[in-house]
């Protein structure tokens, strides 16, 4: 029996439906999942309106994701809705992977301190979507939220893109400048343009269960290798908000999908694994993984984003993460070009740099699996060998792979970056995103420098900052400027020095860096970063 | 083709045949799981040890039948 309760969204009969034409949306956003919220949350506070419709009246039905990286809760701070998600969630940044009965190796995914958010946060994905919901109605101008409305059918003609609802009062067509697809693996809009994924598919079956138990396990990610209480290759153990805890149990390529669903399967083997404490589950599901995308999330006025483009297996919690990473990219972008203030050609920029990103997520998360699930007996070999040599040569455990977990995407090398010519040290070159260092405002409060970053371009100057052209909001640190460097770690961190200033995108990564710019420099740098060619 | 990086002259000097016959002598008497079992670990211990990717690209390369890999090898 579910313990989370999901609020019910009514249907709110739209205006379409009784003949009258509704607005000329900007943004139509189709699925109410966590990447269609923060998109249209992201839109919202750049000002551009829009609509989500979604086929469901209630939030996830299971927890599914469950862990949330360093960087979707920044990203989520600048949605406005981090601080929740952080207070309610399980915060961790330990793994510790076992093989039969003993400890391997245990990874720390945040070993240094000076940064506002912790490496993970486990948080049920009901509880995301109804916090991302709550914090869309704070936009009631700028945010429609359509429930029950299901998309049927989307396209495009060449000035607007349209999808086809229908609700249970009847079907009405919407056309927006924009489509974003955000619905799910399953994407009605990506079958409708008849697009199809490529990549590759895993037959392992895996259990995934949520399980009630009033223990205090701690809050570290456990993972096993051919677990002593259970048959099969692997088995997980990690820990949620309300004492429910997160079990995966691998069952290998021939198991029944709907037989291992049954309770009476699912019970005994959790009992195996926990012994004799009390407990219940909440809920079960059987699931085989894909590591494939979309070859283009960009179609004209269509854009996909999310599982819709691009789905993993959840080793390494790269699949809501890839989706809330794919809105940072997308959303300044579409209002730019919305807005006028930058050409078509920047969205293509949002094609290229995700990709990327999802590439990087495809790669590590079918690595996982494949040491998961050894496809040939030298595979097996291999994998078996690599356990055993942990446990006696140090080199080993870091071959074992139970997923690389989810880290920030860099754009370095791409073509909204402008080509460093400083001499400038450190890791934050153009294309990175930006790492946060605690800060001390003008008041004398602290604070955190990603909270002074995003939602519009930065000149990030270090010392005195000359002048900086519009469209450029200026941020100095240090003498008599914004921010305070208390600890020393913004400077180590950016290798900053008087005169050194960075060029940051709305979606927190650098544009540039240099040595004294001048304005004619920084400008430059500026049309480059929203997609003018000639810059 | 860039500069070639493994070593494919003879580099044993004189410990050739000893160090054939000790490899041999390391696989008597183990079954074939077991011979497997530690060809596999050598193989993990020397790549580590060379820790130099291009040199171990080519000698995969060069111990690869030449049929070509699967494209989905990641
Ligand atoms: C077992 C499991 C564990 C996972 N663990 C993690 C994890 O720890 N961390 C992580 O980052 N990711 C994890 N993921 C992946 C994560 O759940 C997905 O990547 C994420 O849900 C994608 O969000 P989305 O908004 O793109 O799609 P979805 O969450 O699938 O949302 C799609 C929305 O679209 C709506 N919709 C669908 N079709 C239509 C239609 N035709 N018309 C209208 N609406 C429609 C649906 O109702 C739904 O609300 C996990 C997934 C699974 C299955």
Redesign the pocket.
């Known amino acids: 029996m579910p313990r989370y309760r999901s609020p019910v969204f009514p249907f709110v009969r739209p205006p379409e439906l009784d003949g009258r034409a509704g607005r000329r949306w900007p943004v139509a956003i189709?699925?109410?999942?966590?990447?269609?919220?923060?998109a249209a949350i992201d839109l919202a506070l750049a000002g551009i309106a829009s609509v989500v419709?979604?086929?469901?009246n209630v939030?996830?039905t299971?927890?599914?994701?469950?862990?949330?990286?360093k960087r979707?809760l920044e990203i989520f701070d600048r949605l406005g809705v981090g601080d929740r998600m952080v207070a309610k969630g399980v915060t961790w940044k330990v793994g510790r992977l076992f093989h039969r009965d003993r400890e391997v190796y245990a990874f720390d995914l945040l070993p240094e301190p000076g940064h506002k958010r912790p490496a993970f946060i486990?948080l049920q994905?009901y509880y995301v979507?109804e916090y991302l919901i709550d914090r869309a109605r704070d936009f009631p101008d700028l945010i429609e939220l359509r429930f029950m409305?299901?998309?049927?059918d989307a396209g495009q003609d060449p000035d607007c893109a349209w999808?086809d609802?229908?609700t249970p009062e009847g079907k009405y067509r919407l056309a927006a400048d924009y489509v974003i697809a955000?619905?799910?693996?399953?994407?009605?809009?990506r079958r409708s343009l008849g697009l199809d994924f490529i990549g590759r598919a895993f037959e392992e079956r895996?259990l995934?269960t949520d399980v009630e138990m009033a223990v205090e396990f701690p809050s570290e990610r456990w993972f096993w290798f051919e677990p002593p209480f259970h048959d099969g290759q692997s088995a997980l153990l990690?820990k949620q908000p309300d004492n429910i805890y997160?079990i995966?149990l691998q069952l290998g390529s021939g198991a029944d999908p709907e037989e291992e669903r049954r309770p009476e399967r699912v019970i005994p083997r959790i009992r195996a694994m926990v012994g004799e404490r009390p407990f219940e589950v909440d809920w079960i599901?059987v699931?085989s993984?894909q590591c494939r995308r979309l070859a283009r999330f960009v179609h004209d006025r269509v854009i996909f984003?999310?599982?819709?483009?691009h789905?993993?297996s959840?080793f390494?919690?790269?699949?809501?993460?890839?989706?809330?990473q794919?809105v940072d990219n997308l959303c300044w972008k579409l209002a730019t070009v919305l807005k006028g203030e930058g050409p078509p050609a920047l969205l293509e920029t949002y094609n290229t740099e995700r990709v990327h990103g999802a590439d990087e997520n495809i790669l590590n998360s079918a690595r996982a699996t494949s040491f998961m699930t050894p496809k040939s007996r030298m595979e097996h070999l291999f994998r078996d060998e690599v356990l055993a040599l942990a446990s006696t040569h140090p080199f080993a455990r870091q071959l074992v792979n139970s997923g690389r977990l989810?880290r920030p995407c860099s754009l370095a090398g791409f073509s909204l970056g402008t080509a460093e010519t400083s001499d400038l040290g450190g890791t934050m070159v153009p294309g990175a995103p930006c790492l946060d260092a605690p800060v001390r405002g003008a008041n004398g409060e602290d604070g955190w420098l990603l909270d002074h970053l995003g939602g519009s371009f930065i000149a990030l100057g270090f010392g005195a900052l000359a002048s900086t052209p519009p469209g450029v909001r200026g941020l100095t640190v240090g003498g008599s400027g914004d921010l305070q460097d208390p600890q020393g770690l913004l400077a180590a961190r950016y290798d900053g020095a008087p005169s050194v200033v960075y060029l940051i995108r709305p979606d927190q990564h650098v544009a540039a860096r240099f040595r004294e710019p001048t304005v004619a420099e920084i400008s430059r740098a500026l049309a480059r970063a929203q997609g003018s060619s000639n810059a | 083709m860039t500069d070639p990086t493994l070593t494919t002259t003879w580099n044993l000097g004189t410990d050739g045949d000893d160090l054939y016959a000790r490899l041999m002598a390391a696989h008597e008497g183990l079954t074939d799981d077991e011979s497997a079992r530690l060809n596999v670990r050598l193989v993990l211990l020397l790549m580590n040890h060379i820790g130099d990717r291009a040199v171990l690209e080519e000698a995969i390369a060069a111990a690869r039948p030449s049929r070509p890999e699967p494209t989905n090898a990641t």
Do not use: K, M
Not at chain 1, 149 to 152: D, F
Not at chain 1, 182 to 189: E, M
């Open positions: 189709v699925g109410a999942g966590p990447v269609g919220l923060a419709i979604d086929e469901s939030v996830s299971g927890s599914r994701a469950i862990c949330w990286s979707t486990n994905q979507e409305s299901r998309v049927t999808v609802v229908e955000c619905d799910g693996v399953r994407s009605t809009v895996f995934i990690h997160r995966d599901s699931y993984f984003a999310g599982d819709s483009a789905i993993v959840p390494g919690a790269r699949g809501g993460n890839g989706g809330i794919d989810s």
